[in-house]
């Protein structure tokens, strides 16, 4: 798993040899962005939310009055957190902003709060159509600010809470990253963005080149978007399409991960540029082998299991 900072990022990267375990699995497993109803996408994705689950110390429900109605996050707690208080990592699962439910992230979940010692919150925050942007935003920066303003009754320490999520998770921690610079918000000890919407990826080469049979549907992306946005939303904006920020100065330490057989690897690269070109703090990882969605095909693929292992250590490592 080659890792770099902000002076030895590549000017460029591409695939290796796609996992052969991936590959076995991938054509049993579920398809996001596949030609078919919103409906069965997201039955075709429940088998990523069976059990059984990793051991985990503890598992309870927030239920909290957000802004567009309740809000659910679910608290994962380590066996033997090592200090108190403890790091945090809020968050925001993938999905193409349609799709995912608590259960299909709750591996990743529970190997990452083991790992890196920390407590995580999953948000199931709405999804679209049923929502449209700037609702799952809300919600997202609603409990950021929540959790900075109770972490002492959490056993957090304000100090080390990271934002993290994948695919369009990744996007809107992107987004919500931005937004708290912005409104001059609480610091994040760390982003996380795991193979990031940063941009669509329609017109370059990881688009193309992995466009079908590897998770994620390159065209499929489009559906995803537009269930997300309204005709009157300016998708260019940058909370929405997060690589058109003005500056990407100033922001948290970031930990962005991309993948080779992944329709955004490219713009997921190129955001990870944008942040080295600005001074962040930067750990840039790429993984050749694997596809979009690694963290979840745990249980079919050592290669996703192994990556998901390192990169819970790197969050630990910052946060833990």
Not at 113 to 130: M, N
Not at 261 to 266: E, G, S, T, V
Request: hydrophobic share 35%; with cysteine.
């Amino acid at each position: 798993m080659p890792i770099y900072d902000r002076t030895t990022i590549p000017a460029s990267v591409g695939r290796g040899t796609l996992d052969p375990e991936l590959a076995q699995w991938l054509p049993h497993g579920p398809t996001l962005g596949a030609d078919v109803s919103i409906a069965q996408g997201r039955r075709d994705h429940e088998m990523l939310g069976a059990g059984p689950w990793p051991d985990i110390g503890a598992v309870d429900t927030l239920v909290l009055p957000g802004p567009h109605g309740s809000l659910t996050v679910r608290r994962h707690t380590p066996a033997r957190p090592p200090r108190a208080p403890s790091g945090a990592l809020v968050y925001v699962h993938g999905g193409g902003f349609s799709y995912g439910t608590l259960d299909e992230f709750e591996v990743p979940m529970r190997l990452i709060a083991e790992r890196a010692g920390i407590a995580t919150y999953t948000i199931d925050y709405q999804l679209a159509p049923e929502a449209k942007f700037p609702v799952q935003i809300d919600e997202i920066e609603y409990f950021v600010r929540w959790l900075f303003d109770n972490a002492d009754d959490q056993g957090v320490d304000p100090g080390r809470i990271a934002l993290g999520g994948d695919s369009a998770g990744g996007n809107m921690t992107c987004v919500v990253a931005l937004k708290l610079r912005d409104e001059r918000g609480p610091r994040l000890a760390l982003q996380v963005p795991l193979f990031p919407e940063a941009a669509f990826p329609g017109d370059t080469l990881a688009g193309s080149e992995n466009r079908a049979g590897l998770y994620l549907e390159t065209n499929g992306i489009y559906e995803m978007v537009r269930n997300y946005l309204k005709n009157t939303d300016d998708g260019r904006q940058p909370y929405v399409t997060p690589m058109n920020a003005e500056s990407h100065a100033d922001l948290p330490p970031a930990i962005l991960v991309t993948n080779g057989f992944d329709p955004l690897r490219d713009v997921g690269h190129a955001y990870a540029q944008r942040l080295a070109e600005a001074g962040n703090d930067l750990t840039y990882v790429h993984n050749p082998d694997l596809t979009h969605g690694f963290p979840q095909f745990t249980r079919w693929s050592a290669a996703c299991h192994e990556a998901t292992m390192e990169l819970s250590g790197l969050i630990g490592s910052r946060v833990g």
